[in-house]
């Protein structure tokens, strides 16, 4: 949790929303609300070989609750 999450004493809940594993590859979707209140929205690919965890690539997501209405896309 140090190397992930170095603030993972602030966090009051962790959701999982969507999971799927293919071959050695998993996929998770999932919500983390903090202690003040304040939620986001993160994914992570985790691939295991021999057993293992060999590696874990994480996609930062948003705030909850999303700043850009359903169906429309922020200017860049």
Not at 45 to 65: D, I, M, Q, R, S
Request: charged fraction near 20%; hydrophobic fraction near 35%.
């Amino acid at each position: 949790m140090k190397v992930c999450w170095p603030n993972s004493a602030e966090l009051d809940d962790f959701t999982i929303i969507h999971e799927a594993a293919v071959g050695d590859r998993a996929f998770v979707v999932y919500e983390v609300t903090t202690r003040a209140g304040q939620r986001m929205r993160n994914s992570e690919l985790h691939t295991v070989h021999g057993g293992k965890l060999a590696a874990t690539e994480v996609y930062f997501g948003w705030n909850l609750p999303h700043d850009v209405p359903k169906g429309q896309h922020r200017n860049p």
